[in-house]
Every structure is written in structure tokens, then in C-alpha cells.
């Protein structure tokens, strides 16, 4: 019997003393902290959806560059960006990047997380916050909330930017832009490219349309240009062993490659796609007024947004940099 004690507690002691050792390791390396930090970093649903009927609220009166209902949306997103510690970008005093576009003032809003070893390489998350604004005239509902179309990529955009801000893991740069005046011809997106060098931009990943179930399948997205570089391959790769998977765009004839932001990097040579989960071909909603967050599923955002997290995890360290793009158009 005693003999068993002694042996009992010559282990407790060793165990005791071995986790002294781990405490004091910890404690030594702020790299363990960061981990744990790391752990915390989540996508939340409520999180998602509080976002959504926010941007997609009659307050915002369908989100018209110029309008009074722009101006409150690109107010709730400036806010979000502050409370998640977001950084301005190069010699922009504020997050708003203001241009003059057929005599209306607008702005692209852009927050970045700077990276810790590559700060010079960024990768870009987008999304575009403007959409068709009001009806003129009629009855009825006269509002476009465009909640689909791309209140739900803004969600994407603005949950990425937090749970990468927990997350604190980012060698590259992360730049978070949401677009102004994508629906009058990808104009926002047009005025940002002009204004940067595009060798620093490793990646572009834009989210459009990505609150609805697709025809691939529940827990899957869709990629336009999948073949124009190897991005996808790569998010294929990042995504293996979980149970959600990305699919090349399968409407290569509506030509979706060349009608979102992407593009607007794509033509500068930076492998810059969209991720998107929404049957375009037979949505009813689909620049319709009816275009409210009640039509969306929640849940289908959420795993979407977390599978856009996931997929583009590599790219995010550094230790993945996709093929660049080459358009002959
Ligand atoms: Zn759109």
C-alpha cells in the first residue's frame, strides 16, 4: 500500500512540476496566447443575421450612391469596420475612398488588417454595398433592399473582417472593400483599381448573391472563372475533410466572370474571383423589390461565409499564392 503512494505521488509531483513548465512556457510565448485568441475567433449566425436585415432595411432605401439611405449604410458598415480595430488604408485619412462619379460623391469603404509578415501582400475581401436604390413612382413596396444582391456579400465581408481581426493570424495584409456603384457598370471597383499597384494584390476573393441554397447542392458554393487561374484549386484543397464544397460556375453562359468587382482586378492580372451560391437563372427575387432578407437562408450564409474562411485559410498565411490571371479579351 505504501509503496503505491509513493509511486502515486512521485506522479503527481512530476505532473505537477511538468505543468509548472508548460504555465511558464506559455506565459514566455506570445504565440500561445495568439493561439488561444485563435480558438476563440467564430462566424456567428446571429452575428450574420443581425447584419443582414441592417443593411437590407427600408432605412437604407435600396442603397443609391448619392442618396440619404447610402449614406446610413456606408455609416453601419464604417462602424463595424472601427469596433473591429480595422486599420485605414495607405494615405486614406478615413475608411471612405471618395470619388466623383457623374456629379455624385461616393465612396468605396476599405479596412485592412495588416499582416505580420507579408504586409505588403494583400489579399482582398469584397463585396458591394450599393444596389438600384427606389422606385420612382407606383404602389406597393418601392424599395429594392437587395438583400441578396449584395447586402449578403457585405455580411460575408463584414464577418471575415472580425473573425480574422480574433483570428490574429495574418502574415499577408487583408484588405476588407466594399464597393460603391457595382450596379451602374462596376464603377467603384473600376476607381479603386486605377488607384493601386496590382503586383501587391495576391488574391482577390468577392462574395455576390450568397444567401440562397444552390442547384450544386446544400453546403456548397460556385466560383466564376474557376479555369482562369488556380485559386480555386487551391480552396478545393483547404476545404477537403470538411463536408462543404466549391463547384465551378455553372452559368459560364450569363458570362458572371466579367459582371461583378472581381473583374475589375481580374483585367489587372490578380486572381480575383466570385464566390456566389444562387441559381441566377430562376431566382424570382433577383433585382426584384422583393429582394428582402426574409427570402434569405441564414444558415446557407453562415456555412458559406465559414467556408470562404476555410478555403481561403493558405492564402491568408502565405503559404498559398494563386496563378496570376491573363485575360486576351
Ligand atoms: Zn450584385
Redesign the pocket.
Known sequence: MKKTTLIFSTLLLTLLSCKQIAQTKSEEKPANIENENSLKAKIESVIVKKHLYALSSDEMQGRKPGTEGMEKATKYIENEYKRIGLKTFKDLNSYRQNFIHDNIEMSNIIGMLEGSSKKDEFVIVS??HD?LGMKKDGEGDLIFN?AN??AS?VVGVLSLAEYYAQKGNNERSILFVCFTA??IGLVGSNYFGKNIDPEQFVAGINL??IGKQPKTGPKTAWLTGFNRSDFGKIIQKNLKGTDYQLFPDPYTKFNLFF??DNASLAKLGVPSHTFSTTSIDTDEHYHKVSDEAETLNIQVLTETVKAVAKGTESIIKGTDTPTRIKLTE
Do not use: F, I, Q, V
Request: glycine share 16%; proline share 0%.
Open positions: 463585396a458591394h444596389h437587395g444582391d449584395d456579400g457595382e450596379e455576390e448573391l459582371r461583378s
